[in-house]
């Protein structure tokens, strides 16, 4: 089957790798001019002029990233099965939306407002109380498009820095750590989960992850899979899904926002998991059943960033798998990431501490389970 994939970055790379032993041929419809997938067959369409020869050539579609117009989704859902829908990408797009969704389905968020002028965001930041996060309601990712605001009299400044029409700002909440909950829905319906993984941050971008977390209640992992199920039936899912979520000291889940496709925080589930999510939702989307998605063992994914380590070294950490992406160094950008694999979440940590060392720009790990 060959599937097409909007999209050009890492994760249609990832998809790609994962689909070749399932005799999957790829195609690649590329709108930035900067495709960095290296695999398949790439489509460079920044002219919007290659989209019938890429629908031509494909049987199904699915996407690598959500920052797409939904009318070429719907235009596309016309000809050829798109997986996830369009109707996920319209939401997931606007923060409004998303939240009212979570609102309807009972899924807790942190105290929000919507705002449309500096005014209103200054009078949003006393109603919530400083310090908040201002976000625009479309766009904006890894830490973009978004301010952190610690005083009303900074509401003015971080309207012109957002410089969008329309804000989401939402309180402050005193969380433990964040989690992600990674789950697939095929297109019968059959839903499975991962295990919730922890999450790093620095500076908006995720760092580490890793699953599954030893202090994990029960109850709390049933909770977040009631959620993301909870969503994906609402929205006839079928894919990968991946929602990222506040657990506060007294355990309880608070959503932030929701990724309508294979997610960073799920990398660790290529080496770590029975079947990866790239594969589930390769699985998914051809409505194949779905695999296991049992973790082998205590996994840490570790981002590089910026600038890439010295590839040997790194792989001279036992059960270290390392995953390339290919691109140029730059600041900021994801170059690769690092999945390590241990018996013990104390060796596990051992090993990041290690892999951390090795690369130039990574911050000192630490989770909420040390």
């Not at 997938?37 to 031509?56: R, Y």
């Not at 899912?237 to 932030?256: H, I, M, P």
């Not at 390392?322 to 018996?343: F, I, T």
Request: hydrophobic share 40%; charged share 25%.
């Amino acid at each position: 089957m060959n599937i097409g994939v909007l999209g050009a970055g890492q994760l249609g790379r990832m998809l790609a790798l994962a689909g070749y032993p399932l005799a999957n041929r790829f195609t690649f419809l590329d709108t930035t001019g900067h495709p960095s997938a290296g695999i398949g067959d790439v489509m460079v369409d920044t002219d919007q002029k290659h989209l019938e020869s890429f629908l031509d050539k494909v049987d199904l579609v699915t996407y690598e990233f959500e920052h797409l117009p939904v009318s070429l989704v719907q235009a596309i859902e016309e000809r050829k099965p798109v997986h996830p829908s369009s109707e996920a990408i319209r939401v997931c797009q606007h923060r409004a939306e998303e939240k009212a969704l979570f609102d309807r389905l009972g899924i807790p968020t942190p105290a929000y407002r919507l705002v449309d002028s500096a005014e209103a965001l200054e009078a949003a930041v006393r109603e919530l109380g400083a310090p908040v996060v201002a976000k625009s309601v479309t766009e904006g990712y890894d830490g973009k498009g978004q301010a952190v605001i610690k005083d009303p009299a900074d509401a003015a400044e971080a309207w012109r820095s957002i410089n969008h029409p329309r804000l989401i700002v939402e309180a402050f909440v005193d969380f433990v750590r964040e989690v992600s909950i990674i789950a697939v829905r095929g297109r019968d319906g059959e839903v499975v989960f991962y295990p919730m993984a922890e999450n790093v941050h620095v500076d908006g971008i995720l760092r580490y992850s890793v699953a599954p977390m030893p202090d994990l209640d029960d109850a709390v992992q049933q909770t977040a899979d009631d959620y993301i199920r909870a969503l994906l039936d609402e929205l006839d899912y079928v894919g990968v899904l991946t929602l990222e979520l506040f657990q506060t000291r007294d355990g309880a889940l608070l959503a932030n926002e929701m990724a309508p496709r294979v997610h960073n925080s799920g990398h660790w589930t290529q080496d770590g998991a029975v079947t990866s999510q790239f594969e589930n939702h390769l699985r998914a989307i051809q409505g194949l059943p779905l695999g296991s998605t049992a973790a082998r063992a205590p996994t840490c994914m570790v981002n590089v960033i910026g600038r890439e380590g010295e590839a040997a070294k790194l792989l001279e950490i036992e059960d270290a798998h390392l995953h390339r992406y290919d691109k140029s160094e730059r600041p900021g950008r994801k170059l690769a990431h690092v999945n390590l694999v241990a018996p013990t979440h104390e060796a596990l940590l051992d090993k990041v501490r290690a892999c951390a060392a090795l690369l130039p720009d990574a911050p000192a790990p630490s989770f909420s389970f040390e």
